[in-house]
C-alpha cells in the first residue's frame, strides 16, 4: 500500500504562485507514475500533469502549460507542482496520484489517491 498526503493549497490572488507538495509513504519502491489531478465544483475530475519516476516525458493538460511545472524528488518520495500565474478557472482541489504500472494511460493509470488540497484563485 501507498499513502499520498498532499500540501501547499490556499487562496491566491489571480496571476499569484502556489506550490502544491505530496509525500508519499508505504511501499513508495512500487511506484512508477505519479500525477496532479483537479476537480472544480461540478465538474469531473481533471487532469493535470503527471512525471514518471526518471523524471522524463512529462504530460501536462493544454490548460496549465507553461504555467504549472511538476517536479519529483525521489530521494524524498515528494513530488511537487509549481503553479504561477494562477487563474480563477485553476480553482479546484487538487489531488495526488500515484501509479505502479509502467503501461498504464497517463491519464488514468493510478492506483493510489491523496485527500486533495483546496486550491483558490481570486480575480
Known amino acids: 500500500q501507498v499513502q499520498l498526503v498532499e500540501s501547499g493549497g490556499g487562496l491566491v490572488q489571480a496571476g499569484g504562485s502556489l506550490r502544491l507538495s505530496c509525500a508519499a509513504s508505504?511501499?513508495?519502491?512500487?511506484?512508477?507514475?505519479m500525477g496532479w489531478f483537479r476537480q472544480a465544483p461540478g465538474k469531473e475530475r481533471e487532469f493535470v500533469a503527471t512525471v514518471p519516476r526518471s523524471g522524463s516525458t512529462i504530460v501536462y493538460v493544454d490548460s496549465v502549460k507553461g504555467r504549472f511545472t511538476i517536479s519529483r524528488d525521489n530521494a524524498k518520495n515528494t513530488m511537487y507542482l509549481q503553479m504561477n500565474s494562477l487563474k480563477p478557472e485553476d480553482t479546484a482541489v487538487y489531488y495526488c496520484a500515484a501509479g505502479t504500472r509502467r503501461g498504464a494511460s497517463v491519464a488514468d493509470g493510478y492506483d493510489y489517491w491523496g485527500q486533495g488540497t483546496q486550491v483558490t484563485v481570486s480575480s
Open positions: 508505504g511501499r513508495t519502491s512500487s511506484i512508477y507514475r
